[in-house]
């Protein structure tokens, strides 16, 4: 009978270490469980309140842009739509002084490289002074040039030319003149005259520039 008793005895003892192991176990897996969750929630609030963040950001760098935009487009109708443009020409005729704004703008200054296209314009300048071509040259560098990505902050690049004319001395000082007042900016950095004074022959050296097209620069961002 006292066998019995012991025996029942420590059965019981087991059992209750065994629940007590059991219990411990489970509340030990409950801890692990909650830490983890919540390192996780934390985390997962702390990453959706950056990414709150960047989209607040970039709605209101949107809202200002189209604020811009709208600035932008109506600046540019005042600017096209002068009864006059800024040579005092009708901006809707076809004459040298004639053409809007807008068009008057893009010849001064090319957003893309086409020396064939300058040749031509320098051509006509030449011709109006009632002065003879004897040469117009340069480096095409249009191969080269189609390379140039466009950018964000672009800047004007250089187009060296020389021209070798013949004529009066007064229609070499009228191109000259021509060249100062042109929309198209030009700089003279050489001129050489020979001959008398009814016929005279120029070489002149110069160059013009060409400005390439802006871009705009949109791009994605990854919140981590």
């Given at each position: 009978m006292a066998k019995t008793a012991s025996f029942t005895k420590r059965t019981l003892i087991s059992k209750a270490n065994s629940t007590m192991v059991i219990v411990t176990a489970?509340?030990?897996?409950?801890v692990v469980f909650s830490a983890v969750a919540s390192k996780t929630l934390i985390?997962?609030?702390s990453y959706q309140n950056r990414v709150?963040?960047?989209k607040k950001k970039a709605l209101a760098t949107l809202e200002s842009d189209l604020n811009a935009r709208d600035s932008l487009v109506a600046s540019y109708r005042t600017f096209v739509?002068?009864?006059q443009n800024v040579l005092a020409g009708n901006p809707d005729g076809t004459g040298d002084l004639d053409g809007d704004n807008a068009?008057?703008?893009?010849d001064a200054l090319p957003s893309q490289y086409d020396f064939p296209?300058?040749?031509t314009s320098l051509e006509k300048l030449i011709n109006g002074q009632g002065l003879t071509i004897m040469g117009i040259s340069g480096t095409d560098e249009e191969v080269a040039q189609s390379a140039t990505q466009a950018q964000g902050d672009p800047q004007p690049v250089e187009m060296p030319f020389q021209i070798q004319v013949s004529g009066s001395y007064d229609s070499i000082q009228s191109l000259i003149d021509v060249f100062k007042r042109s929309i198209r900016p030009f700089q003279i950095k050489k001129v050489e005259i020979s001959g008398d004074e009814g016929s005279m022959t120029a070489t002149i050296e110069a160059k013009t520039f060409y400005q390439p097209e802006k871009t705009l620069n949109i791009r994605t961002e990854v919140v981590r």
């Open positions: 489970v509340a030990a897996f409950v985390s997962q609030a709150i963040s960047a739509g002068t009864p068009k008057i703008v893009l296209a300058l040749a």
